[in-house]
Structures are given as structure tokens and as C-alpha cells.
Nanobody, 120 residues
Framework: QVQLRESGGGVVQAGGSLRLSCAASGGASFGLYRMGWFRQAPGKEREFVGGIPWNAGSAHYDASVKGRFTISRDNAKNTVYLQMNNLKPEDTAVYYC????????????WGQGTQVTISS
């Protein structure tokens, strides 16, 4: 089993930055293949923000955040990060990290989410 725990959410003004962290724990974390970040705004469907292979390879992003958000990992700490710059009010959402043991399809593990609120 894998446990994912997000941290770093908060309230920031438009144009500001936040960095979210997602720490993976549990013996099965060694079997992770990829990690993803998702978000869900009030009254909206959960949407994909970006993802990164767990061990090696580059991140990829949804068009809505490309150029503003950066996903990175620290394998020594079993942690994935989401650096968010030039934040906009429409970025307000609960942000979730997710992990998968496969290269595609649905994610297997989810964190509890962390609230990000951008004030205008």
C-alpha cells in the first residue's frame, strides 16, 4: 500500500507563488511508476494538472498551467513537488497528488488534498 500526503497549500495573492509537496510512504512506494497532480475547483470536475515519471524522465503539463507550474521529484525523499508561479484566481482549487504503478490508465493512490486559494 502507498500513502500520499500533500502539504503546502494556503492563501496567496494573484501573481504569487506556492510550492506543494507530496510525500509517498509505505513499502509499495518502491513500485510507483508515475505521479500526477490534479485539482478540483468548487462545482467543477477534477482535472489533470501535470505528471512526472517516478524514477526518471520529464514532466508534462496541461495547457492551462504550462509555463507557470513546474513538477519535480526528489527520489531520496520520496517526494514530488508542484511549484506554482504567477498564480491566478482560476487556479483556486483543492490540489491532489496521485500515484500509479503503471505507465497509463487510472491512478492507484491518492492523497487527501490541500486547498489552494488565490485572491484577486
Amino acid at each position: 500500500q502507498v500513502q500520499l500526503r500533500e502539504s503546502g497549500g494556503g492563501v496567496v495573492q494573484a501573481g504569487g507563488s506556492l510550492r506543494l509537496s507530496c510525500a509517498a510512504s509505505g513499502g509499495a512506494s518502491f513500485g510507483l511508476y508515475r505521479m500526477g497532480w490534479f485539482r478540483q475547483a468548487p462545482g467543477k470536475e477534477r482535472e489533470f494538472v501535470g505528471g512526472i515519471p517516478w524514477n526518471a524522465g520529464s514532466a508534462h503539463y496541461d495547457a492551462s498551467v504550462k509555463g507557470r507550474f513546474t513538477i519535480s521529484r526528489d527520489n531520496a525523499k520520496n517526494t514530488v513537488y508542484l511549484q506554482m508561479n504567477n498564480l491566478k484566481p482560476e487556479d483556486t482549487a483543492v490540489y491532489y497528488c496521485a500515484g500509479s504503478v503503471s505507465s497509463g490508465g487510472a491512478y492507484d493512490y491518492w492523497g487527501q488534498g490541500t486547498q489552494v486559494t488565490i485572491s484577486s
